[in-house]
């Protein structure tokens, strides 16, 4: 019997096509799938989720109502504009959340 190969999930697609516009924004990124949901992991605080019909993400601030973390959301069908929303974001966080010393030492150029 021959090995099954599942396509993959609309959730993984969108993941991967964030993550690529990403990396052409300079922007390193992870994703990591299952269970029909795709994270794609860019910083500290800063998690994209999708379930392929929709990107979500924490904006940082909290509800003045309630006390809860307020989300914004992106296309999947524009990544681009995506991704730059969520590179605006890491840029915000990177002035809350730098690398640490000895990572930032071994990835910057000498």
Not at 80 to 107: K, N
Request: proline share 7%; aromatic share 10%; net charge neutral.
């Amino acid at each position: 019997m021959s090995p099954r190969f599942d396509a993959p999930s609309a959730a993984y697609v969108a993941a991967e096509r964030l993550r690529v516009e990403l990396a052409a924004l300079g922007v390193h990124a992870d994703v990591h799938h299952g269970y029909g949901m795709a994270l794609v992991s860019v910083w500290r605080e800063l998690l994209v989720w999708t379930d392929g019909t929709v990107y979500r993400w924490w904006t940082g601030q909290l509800s003045w109502k309630t006390g809860q973390r307020l989300y914004t959301v992106g296309d999947p069908d524009d990544p681009t504009v995506a991704a730059r929303c969520v590179a605006r974001r890491r840029e915000e966080l990177r002035q809350t959340y730098p690398l640490p010393e000895l990572i930032a030492e071994r990835v910057q150029p000498p």
